[in-house]
């Protein structure tokens, strides 16, 4: 007779509070809600305790929330981020069984782990387990298990261990009905537990319920039974991370790359993988503050969380910030065989070599740094020295052209003497910049010197009055 | 000092009435355009004639301070080849062609937008000039088609604001000029008054693309040149020809404001009869039916007064307008009353318009319609809520949509959604918006707001924090679109496209004109406010109760004046339910005010209000009414203005009065006054006034105190000003209302609960409060109940009510007392046509079941599953849970096949279901229809509550004044009045009745949570007894949350 299946289910209940305060521990210090749009009203979705005890409850409007705590940190659920989250926990599950599914919408994860008891030992040992390594990360999980994908899930949330199929209606019957959300109608009816529904009889139950709920009951007990879609892991890690207080420091980045790098590091172990080169990229809280890129190469394909980490560490220490970080990602591409043979450094890269750009930027660019090698861009701003700036090679280069305006602009602008100048055209006045701190009032001409080269010029008000040469007409 | 400069006249300028654009009120545009000496300024909005008025009154301010300026009103248009057009009139009838040409474009598209094809340009525009600004300097085909269709009329504008290149620009239009044969003139194409206004600019115009300002880019002005420039500047600039020639074009625009004249409506005075003899008769008509047995001298006196007064200012055709209105009204069976400030005249009592008898209190008719003061009457007539849209459906037919329309109103930015559209565009997130919308209270205190920021997470002192708060002062006040008046018609003899543009507004088949009440007033047109007043329905609904149950025919005239029982009631401040003075502010004052008669509901009506409040005029007062303090008076003067209220200004009127005698105000400074008072709250600017009354007073010697304390009244009155007037009609339904309540408590609250939502209470404490009163209150049953409210002597046995048919069953002069049978309209998430047709399968034969009832009423599973949890099944289903059980296996008859044969519900339960609890029916009833009616829910854990030391509130209320006591109940009301300087009023409900707490600021600070969140709280204070009015003064807050899980129910909130 085959081995009957056990589901082993995780579920996060602060899922979204969690991604808050894995990347900053002192997330957990100040009142702090998630909120989302419910009914088209924002909404509590979650708040972690010090919100808690401000009085701020979950589903309360976003409103009144704000009115019981002066402060409150509001951040907006990012669902897309949750999901990802799971992904990754599967990815570190995957070492445990090959069977693991995704239930994003009840923030969980089912994994068989009949096959693997040998293994791993029963079910509560491996709950203890995996709930404590998933602390580490960063998350919250409650485990049960059940011989039902559905029992499993709700066992989770109450903390059941089932072992066997008989055991189901007993075990399941002890749970009050208005913690299944099953049809809240049948609470009406003066129903309290699970057991009494279990004793009505089957045909009076069909006339009175929805199909779905019904459906629901059957998959509970195994009566019916339940597709399951096995995750499949991807073919490369990528994980990313908000910061929840902008960090000025290099080296405080440390923190959450560490949680990132661990979490890699886990589902390469679940996958028998290694890497042999990571990306990071760091975003900024200024707009215009492009995000930066770095790279570490590895001799050979590697997992090892603290090797990583020391290459991640003194990249780091030379890295100067242009501007407060407010997000962290990593990404690892293509995941190898652990045992791979390692590729001379800068020889066949895998990654250089699937881009479509020409060998020559991206040899020239990993010789001189990535940053001697740049394109330009346009910007829309009224201000001359601001309608361009640097991009990557990557980024599409959107421009407005403006006529009257020289293609050719100094990166500064030189002060000069406006009477060796010879006046063209003008005045055209510009004011503007007041939003970012820079605003100007300047008036700019045409003019040309003694040589015949004609220039662009300026005679500016505020903030440095005075003439300046700006730009060269071809 | 300008003689040498040449003169200009600015013919392209939009004000902020071209919505998120122009960065100036029209106002400000005027005054500096005549401060720099601008012959003649332009305001040219785009399809809009909506801020013009407003520029006309700074225009004849402007006359006054001594800097005359011609104001020119007119328009830009957008053609289709992007460039865009002005047109301005040359006389009225041009000023007509404008209107109906902007109407045309309104009225062809959405709400706020408009539609015009150039052909729309090609006719009917022969009395108005256009100057052209091309998008494209040599668009000589443009030029040359409106050289073609505005001949001689034309000019193409010279506009240069510093651009990449304006010489070339400069050559080009010559050019186009000389192919064309249009003549050119300068212009500045303005959009702010002055330079700095750049940044409010900017801010505009990222609200308008719904971006950031850093987004902007290039669809911001590159500079700030398109304001009002020097003319020293203009003159460097343009060559002086063109400059010359926006005068010539300014001096064949003749067309003025004042130049409109208003045409009342013709048809309201029969054929061949004048409008004031038809006036006069029907006046006459009037008193014979009013004073049967003759009227008294003083008051025939005071009709001939009025007469003459109406007739000397020429208002007759508006108090017939009106009369022909509330005729219609009256005709219908459609309660209504005047109120305003003609509307408690003798002659309006004569005709019917409102019910408050001349010689019931003495006013001066004077008082409301002044010589002296130009100011247009105003009469506002309520209507029953529900039944307002029929009048409004007959003024459109009568006078035809070209004649009448609704005034606009100018929704204006307040500061909170300032501080949310400016944020937004600085790029503060929704989460920053948010908290800084939430310090929204401290924005006139500099101070304070700064510390509010710094606590909310904001720096101060940051670039972009202190450019929010520039910015957000300058928005306040800003339009944002023209939404409708609530009720405010005019009625024009001619067309009123030739008046004022028309356009649409939100709701279908609604039209309003482009002006709001203000420029209405401003320009003398006449409108006839006709407003919606709940009260009115219930009064309605209650005689007809009254009628029914009893076979009476009870009218409002019918209801006897002065009945001193009703002011016994009254002064016990059981008030719950009646119009007005039902709020917890104004029954904490009944005790103390203690109204005996009619003139004193007045009284109470106007002075829990902020004004009086503000202006500390509310304690003076009692004190002298009571005799605690010596009547005094100001000033001789004003002893025949503050007579009435003993010496201290209660209403608005008697505050414009004291400007004018004891400030010196003209009568029309007065009525800024006024006007101001109703602005200042949207739009600020009374610091001007204050100056000019403070030292009018001063010189008159009245003190400073005095002085400063009439401000502060004033600036009270602000948002709510309440005048005499509408108080003398309001005191009516309040005595009315407390009548009813009085002698008829069964019908009264079964009207309002008919005519919820209104008022200040819920069905729950309406009802607790009847049955407080001895009236018997039965549940909703399919058996009986109606889906309204109904009376009932015994259960079945209702009558004549509601249907209004003969049922030959009741007997007449029924004995037993009346009844309240709830209706099915309790029942939440029932609609209205489900439980007419309960009611009318009911009457063919009663329900045997549930299947029945669902077969033959056609109600849904939803439905039956509502009405089960209602308990409403009870006679035919059993309890709650057995009602649900058997709904939920009701299925639904294909057509009427199955009808009758369907067996009986086959699978009863092999087990009893499980019958509630009483708990469990305590919050059934409060889910399904918001009230119960078995024990209150406090009562369940009383003994839990004496435990705790709690002390129920009918206790409280005997107790001497200082005692500390521990409270505790539902929270049923949390307000925070702008009054009270952040004091929170709870009241709190147990199964005995009510306490009225107050938590001060530094407790509630502290206590946030609990106060703020908790819906069962104990309150440690002191009783605080003056007379009959008790208080709760907080000294600790408890959340009882936990003793009540479940129990629950909601708080109306007015925080």
Redesign the interface.
């Known amino acids: 007779m085959q081995k009957e299946k056990l589901w082993l289910a995780l579920h996060c209940p602060h899922l979204a509070l969690d991604l808050v305060s894995r990347s900053d521990d002192n997330s957990r210090q100040i009142p702090l809600v998630i909120s989302d749009n419910h009914k088209s009203r924002p909404g509590v979705f979650d708040c972690n305790p010090p919100a808690a005890r401000a009085g701020v409850q979950t589903g309360m409007p976003l409103n009144a929330a704000l009115g019981l705590q002066q402060g409150l940190r509001v951040l907006h659920r990012d669902i897309d981020a949750e999901r990802h989250a799971l992904e990754r926990m599967a990815g570190w599950c995957y070492r445990y069984s090959a069977s693991v599914s995704l239930y994003t919408q009840d923030s969980s994860l089912v994994l068989e782990v009949g096959a693997s008891e040998r293994l791993f030992g029963n079910a509560r040992e491996l709950s203890a387990r995996l709930g404590g390594e998933l602390l580490q990360l960063g998350y919250q999980a409650h485990c049960g298990s059940a011989p039902t994908v559905s029992a499993a899930l709700l066992a989770a949330r109450h903390g059941l261990h089932i072992q066997h199929r008989d055991q189901l209606k007993a075990q399941l019957g002890k749970l009050a009905l208005d913690s299944i959300g099953l049809d809240p109608s049948l609470a009406k009816m003066g129903f309290r537990s699970l057991a009494e529904i279990f004793r009505l009889p089957r045909k009076s139950l069909a006339r009175r319920m929805g199909p779905e709920a019904l459906d629901y009951l059957d998959r509970l007990t195994g009566a019916r039974p339940e597709p399951v879609a096995t995750w499949q892991p991807p073919e490369h890690f990528s994980a990313a991370m908000d910061l929840a207080a902008e960090l000025n420091n290099s080296q405080a980045l440390l923190f959450p790359l560490r949680r990132l790098v661990a979490e890699m590091c886990g589902s390469l172990r679940a996958r028998d993988r290694g890497i042999q080169s990571l990306q990071i990229r760091l975003f900024f809280d200024r707009r215009d503050t492009a995000p930066q890129s770095l790279r570490l190469n590895l001799q050979q394909p590697s997992r090892c969380e603290s090797h990583i980490l020391l290459l991640v560490r003194e990249r780091l220490e030379r890295l100067q910030l242009p501007a407060p970080v407010t997000r962290v990602a990593i990404k690892a591409r293509p995941l190898l065989p652990f045992d791979a043979v390692p590729d001379s450094l800068f020889h066949d890269d895998p990654e250089l070599g699937a881009q479509p750009v020409t060998p020559l930027l991206e040899r020239l660019q990993a010789r001189l740094g990535i940053r001697a090698v740049q394109g330009l861009k346009g910007c829309e701003d009224h201000r001359p020295e601001r309608s361009w700036a640097v991009r990557e090679l990557d980024e599409p280069a959107d421009c407005t052209a403006m006529p009257h305006r020289p293609a050719w602009l100094f990166t500064q602008p030189q002060r000069c003497r406006i009477e060796d100048y010879e006046l063209l055209a003008g005045p055209e006045r510009i004011e503007a910049g007041w939003w970012d701190g820079h605003d100007c009032r300047r008036d700019y001409f045409v003019v040309r010197d003694r040589h015949g080269s004609v220039l662009w010029a300026f005679c500016e008000y505020k903030p440095e009055p005075g003439w300046y040469l700006q730009g060269m007409f071809s | 000092m300008y003689s040498d400069l040449p003169g200009y006249a600015e013919l392209a300028c939009a004000s902020n009435f071209t919505f998120l654009t122009g960065a100036s009120h029209p106002q400000e545009l005027v005054a500096r355009a005549a401060e720099l000496g601008y012959t003649a300024l332009a305001i040219t909005d785009e399809c809009s004639l909506a801020g013009i008025v407003r520029a006309h009154e700074e225009a004849q301010r402007c006359a006054e301070r001594g800097q005359p300026i011609e104001l020119i009103p007119g328009s830009l248009f957008r053609l289709q080849n992007g460039s865009r057009l002005v047109l301005l009139p040359e006389d009225q009838a041009g000023y007509a062609q404008l209107c109906t040409l902007i109407t045309r474009g309104r009225r062809n598209a959405a709400k706020g937008e408009y539609r015009l094809a150039n052909r729309d340009f090609e006719h009917g525009l022969d009395h108005c000039l256009a100057v052209w600004l091309p998008e494209e300097e040599s668009d000589v085909l443009g030029a040359h088609w409106l050289a073609a269709h505005f001949p001689g009329r034309a000019w193409l504008a010279m506009t240069l604001?510093?651009?990449?290149?304006?010489?070339?620009r400069q050559a080009r239009l010559a050019e186009t000029a000389r192919n064309s044969g249009l003549p050119l003139c300068a212009s500045s194409d303005v959009q702010m008054h002055t330079r700095p206004r750049?940044?409010l600019h900017?801010l505009l115009a990222a609200i308008r693309h719904r971006c950031t300002?850093?987004?902007?880019?290039?669809?911001?002005l590159?500079?700030?040149?398109r304001h009002l420039r020097s003319r020293a500047r203009l003159a460097q600039l343009y060559p002086g020809e063109l400059l010359a020639e926006t005068c010539r074009i300014a001096e064949r625009c003749r067309f003025r404001m004042q130049q409109l004249r208003y045409r009342y409506p013709r048809e309201v005075v029969p054929k061949g009869m004048d409008a004031s003899r038809y006036l006069r008769e029907l006046t006459e008509a009037g008193i014979r039916q009013r004073w049967p047995d003759g009227i008294g001298a003083e008051l025939r006196s005071q009709v001939e007064r009025e007469l003459e007064l109406i007739g000397e200012l020429g208002y007759e055709s508006y108090f017939l307008t009106v009369f022909d209105i509330v005729q219609f009204a009256r005709g219908e069976g459609i309660l209504c009353q005047g109120r305003g400030s003609a509307a408690n005249s003798a002659v309006c009592y004569c005709l019917g318009i409102t019910e408050v008898d001349p010689a019931r209190m003495n006013m001066l008719f004077e008082r409301f319609i002044s010589r002296e003061r130009d100011e247009p009457p105003d009469i506002d007539v309520d209507f029953e809520h529900q039944r307002r849209e029929e009048v409004i459906q007959y003024i459109y037919r009568k006078y035809g949509r070209d004649r009448a329309a609704l005034a606009a109103t100018v929704i204006t930015y307040r500061l909170r959604s300032a501080i949310r559209d400016a944020g937004k565009a600085?790029?503060f997130s929704?989460?920053q918006v948010?908290?800084l919308a939430?310090t929204v209270s401290w924005w006139d205190e500099p101070q304070a707001l700064s510390e509010r920021l710094g606590?909310?997470?904001f720096d101060p002192d940051n670039?972009k924090v202190r450019?929010l708060v520039h910015l957000v002062q300058c928005l306040r006040g800003f339009p944002r679109h023209l939404s409708q008046h609530v009720g405010g018609f005019v009625i024009s003899e001619h067309a009123l496209a030739s008046l004022a543009p028309v356009e649409n507004a939100a709701m279908p088949d609604r039209t309003i004109i482009q002006w709001d009440k203000d420029d209405l007033e401003t320009l003398g047109l006449l409108k006839v406010d006709c407003l919606a007043l709940g009260m009115l329905s219930a009064i309605h609904r209650c005689l007809d109760l009254v009628n029914a149950f009893h076979g009476e025919t009870l009218t409002l005239a019918d209801i006897p004046p002065e009945d001193p029982e009703t002011y016994a009631m009254i002064q016990q401040a059981d008030t719950i339910g009646v119009f007005q003075v039902e709020s917890r502010a104004q029954m904490a004052m009944l005790p103390r005010l203690r109204p005996a008669c009619f003139y004193d509901l007045v009284i109470e009506v106007a002075i829990v209000r902020p004004g009086p409040i503000q202006g500390n005029m509310v304690h003076p007062y009692l004190q002298r009414r009571r005799g605690l303090e010596q009547v005094s008076y100001p000033s001789e003067d004003l002893r025949m203005v503050l007579e009435r209220t003993l010496g201290v200004p209660i209403f608005q009127e008697q505050v414009m009065q004291i400007a004018m005698v004891a400030a010196g105000f003209s009568g029309s400074e007065a009525d800024i006054l006024r006007r101001s008072m109703a602005a200042w709250a949207r739009r600020g600017g009374l610091e001007h006034m204050h100056q000019r009354l403070v030292s009018g007073m001063l010189e008159r010697g009245y003190d400073l105190d005095f002085a400063e304390q009439i401000f502060n009244q004033i600036k009270g009155f602000g948002e709510y000003g309440f005048p005499e007037s509408h108080a003398a009609s309001f005191a009516l339904l309040v005595y009315v209302s407390c009548w009813m309540k009085r002698h008829h408590p069964a019908a009264f609250t079964c009207a309002l609960l008919n005519s919820q939502p209104m008022g200040f209470y819920q069905p729950s404490q309406l009802v607790q409060d009847v049955r407080r009163h001895g009236v018997k209150v039965l549940p909703v049953d399919v058996r009986y109940s109606h889906w309204d409210c109904i009376l009932e002597s015994e259960p079945g046995v209702t009558g004549r009510v509601m249907t209004g048919e003969k049922n030959a069953a009741t007997p007449p002069g029924r004995t037993g007392p009346a009844q309240i049978r709830l209706g099915l309209r309790m029942v939440k998430g029932l609609g209205e046509a489900a439980g007419l047709r309960v009611e009318s399968a009911r009457k063919e034969a009663p329900f045997r079941n549930n299947q029945d009832l669902c077969d033959r009423a056609a109600l849904n599973k939803r439905e039956l599953?509502v009405l089960?949890?209602a308990a409403a099944l009870r006679g035919i289903a059993g309890h709650?849970?057995?009602a649900?059980?058997e709904a939920?296996?009701v299925?639904k008859a294909p057509a009427d096949l199955l009808k009758g044969i369907r067996p009986m519900d086959a699978?009863r339960?092999?087990?009893p279901?499980?019958?509630?609890s009483a708990v469990?029916d305590l919050k059934?009833d409060y889910a399904a229809t918001g009230l119960t009616l078995g024990k209150h829910p406090l009562a369940f854990i009383r003994s839990e509550l004496r435990k705790r030391r709690v002390r129920p509130a009918s206790e409280l209320l005997g107790l001497p004044h200082g005692t500390h006591v521990r409270a505790c109940g539902l929270v049923t009301m949390r307000q925070r009045p702008m009054t009270a300087n952040g004091t929170i009023f709870l009241t709190l409900e147990d199964e005995t009745g009510y306490v009225n707490a107050v938590i001060w600021p530094r407790l509630w600070e502290r206590q946030?949570?609990?106060v703020?969140?908790a819906s069962l709280i104990a309150i440690d204070g002191v009783m605080e007894t003056d007379g009959e009015v008790h208080h709760l003064i907080a000294g600790r807050v408890h959340d009882f949350d936990e003793l009540a899980k479940g129990l629950k129910t909601r708080s109306r909130d007015f925080?």
């Open positions: 604001t510093l651009g990449p290149d304006d010489r070339a750049r940044m900017d300002i850093q987004e902007l880019g290039y669809r911001a590159p500079s700030g040149e600085l790029g929704l989460g948010d908290q939430r606590e909310s997470g670039l450019q599953a089960a949890e709650r849970h057995r649900r059980w939920a296996a299925e699978d339960p092999a087990h279901v499980r019958p509630p469990d059934a946030r949570a609990t703020l969140g925080c």
